[in-house]
T-cell receptor, first 110, second 114 residues
Framework: QKEVEQDPGPLSVPEGAIVSLNCTYS??????FMWYRQYSRKGPELLMY????GNKEDGRFTAQVDKSSKYISLFIRDSQPSDSATYLC??????????FGQGTRLTINP | KAGVTQTPRYLIKTRGQQVTLSCSPI?????VSWYQQTPGQGLQFLFE???????NKGNFPGRFSGRQFSNSRSEMNVSTLELGDSALYLC?????????????FGPGTRLTVL
């Protein structure tokens, strides 16, 4: 069993829809949680970073962490075609070693 | 402020050769981490350097090695290349000494082993 599980998709939604992306993890030592966006043939770009349970909002993006359930989510409101990318969850426990999910490939259709 | 830069961006090598990849972190960042990304295994941690010392290491064979210079620039080396080493190699830098700090990725070096 992988430490971090993420549905690879692909996920296809119409423009303007609310997108929900999720990861589950098994290591209760994880303290820091991140979401990265990766466009084709590019490096991952940090979207959201949090270290506590609860919600964190940044523009159209909301990151949610539930440590009791070992479950994290990323919500994208008013999705745009430019949001089409692969979304990666990542987490660590205090060392710089990030453990990534497999990534979810998302397509927003105009 | 300039982002993380990696050179070269693309490389083609043959089995048995060795390769050196370079990474320049964001100015002021002292921690540099390396990751391998493949379609099958996703993003996997290779190692992390801070102040010229390797602090963390992932589960990769000894053919994968790295180093960091006094200006925080880092190199990774892969010896005796195998077909399975074909991947996107990503470098990430972070500012703070302690773990848990946000990591910023470069564009990667795409290595193809023939």
């Amino acid at each position: 069993q992988k430490e971090v599980e993420q549905d690879p998709g692909p996920l296809s939604v119409p423009e303007g829809a609310i997108v929900s992306l999720n990861c589950t993890y098994s290591n209760s030592a994880f303290q820091y949680f991140m979401w990265y966006r990766q466009y084709s043939r590019k490096g991952p770009e940090l979207l959201m970073y949090t270290y506590s349970s609860g919600n964190k909002e940044d523009g159209r993006f909301t990151a949610q962490v539930d440590k009791s359930s070992k479950y994290i989510s990323l919500f994208i409101r008013d999705s745009q075609p430019s949001d089409s990318a692969t979304y990666l969850c990542a987490m660590n426990w205090g060392a710089q070693k990030l453990v990534f999910g497999q990534g979810t490939r998302l397509t927003i259709n105009p | 402020k300039a982002g993380v830069t990696q050179t070269p961006r693309y490389l083609i090598k043959t089995r048995g050769q060795q390769v050196t990849l370079s990474c320049s972190p964001i100015s002021g960042h002292r921690s540099v981490s390396w990751y391998q990304q493949t379609p099958g295994q996703g993003l996997q941690f290779l190692f992390e350097y801070f102040s010229e010392t390797q602090r963390n290491k992932g589960n990769f064979p000894g053919r994968f090695s790295g180093r960091q210079f006094s200006n925080s620039r880092s190199e990774m080396n892969v010896s005796t290349l195998e077909l399975g080493d074909s991947a996107l190699y990503l470098c990430a830098s972070s500012l703070l000494e302690r773990g848990g700090d946000t990591q910023y990725f470069g564009p990667g070096t795409r290595l193809t082993v023939l």
